[in-house]
């Protein structure tokens, strides 16, 4: 079954190099316009996609991380993409994508959590609800939206343009995702050493606070791990490709040359 991407597109028909961008849970592809604006990337061909069944785009094969790994791995092949950037559940379908070997380029996971123990316990609480309170949590969590959003650090109107887009979210479909995605992150015993042993290039990236972070034994692992590169911003944030994205920028385009 093929798949009606909603695509954000910036940078040259013609470049060198392609990257994809997959954005955060219930962020559309347009979550990445401050780092699709950084005039270094000028030169780089970016593809912003959004998540099947997140912000209304479609979900023709369901919301789960594993179906979304292999459509977008097909998207990227059919995008020329060298390199694939991904952002919290973004992220959890990029390291799919490179475990499942759907992508065998370098991969950039901003904000990611490797196991349920990474996440807040609020958000897990709310994720396990919505198998037994239907909508409802999912209805909850939109209307906690604005307190989430109200310190992101972007100008007021594009703060504004940001909550409008979490809760352009359909609750059906959030439970949808919420659940699939908790599921996901229990599946793997052992999820740092399954992304080192996919044998790309990988940059984990958190900030010090506020994006969730790893197990010590998980960080242990990447740190150890040849071809990974654990990168911690300074500060707070829960929002880094708004917020960090000249940062983001910088080692997007480290990921890029060392693409084959």
């Known amino acids: 079954m093929s798949m009606d991407w909603d695509l954000l ?4 028909a013609d470049a060198r190099r392609t990257a994809l961008l997959l954005p955060g849970g219930l962020n559309p592809a347009r979550s990445y316009a401050e780092l699709m604006a950084q005039p270094e990337l000028a030169g780089i061909r970016l593809v912003a996609a959004t998540l099947p069944g997140h912000c209304g785009a479609p979900a023709p094969e369901g919301y789960g991380i594993d179906t979304a790994a292999r459509l977008a791995g097909r998207l990227a092949a059919e995008q020329r993409c060298d390199a694939v950037v991904g952002f919290s559940m973004g992220a959890s ?11 065998s380029g370098p991969v950039v996971l901003l904000g990611i959590s490797l196991s349920p123990r990474d996440e807040p316990l609020f958000f897990r609480t709310v994720c396990r ?15 906690l939206m604005g307190s989430v959003t109200k310190d992101v650090r ?7 343009e940001i909550l409008a887009d979490l809760r352009s979210n359909e609750p059906r479909a959030m439970r949808g995702i919420l659940r699939c995605y908790l599921r996901h992150l229990g599946e793997h ?13 990988v940059w984990v990236v958190h900030a010090e606070k506020g994006d969730g972070g790893l197990t010590a034994e998980e960080r242990r692992t990447l740190e150890a791990c040849p071809r990974a590169r654990v990168v911690t911003i300074p500060g707070s944030s829960f929002f880094l490709p708004n917020e960090e ?16």
Do not use: H, N, Y
């Open 245 to 260: 994205p000249q940062r983001i920028a910088g080692i997007l385009l480290d990921a890029l040359a060392q693409a084959s």
């Open 189 to 201: 015993a052992r999820p740092a050493e399954r992304l080192c042993a996919a044998g790309v290039p």
């Open 154 to 160: 972007v100008p007021p109107a594009r703060r504004t």
């Open 9 to 12: 597109t910036s940078g040259p």
């Open 93 to 103: 379908v990029a390291l799919e994508m490179v475990a499942s070997g759907a992508f």
């Open 129 to 143: 609800l919505s198998g037994v309170l239907g909508e409802l949590p999912s209805v909850v969590l939109l209307k």
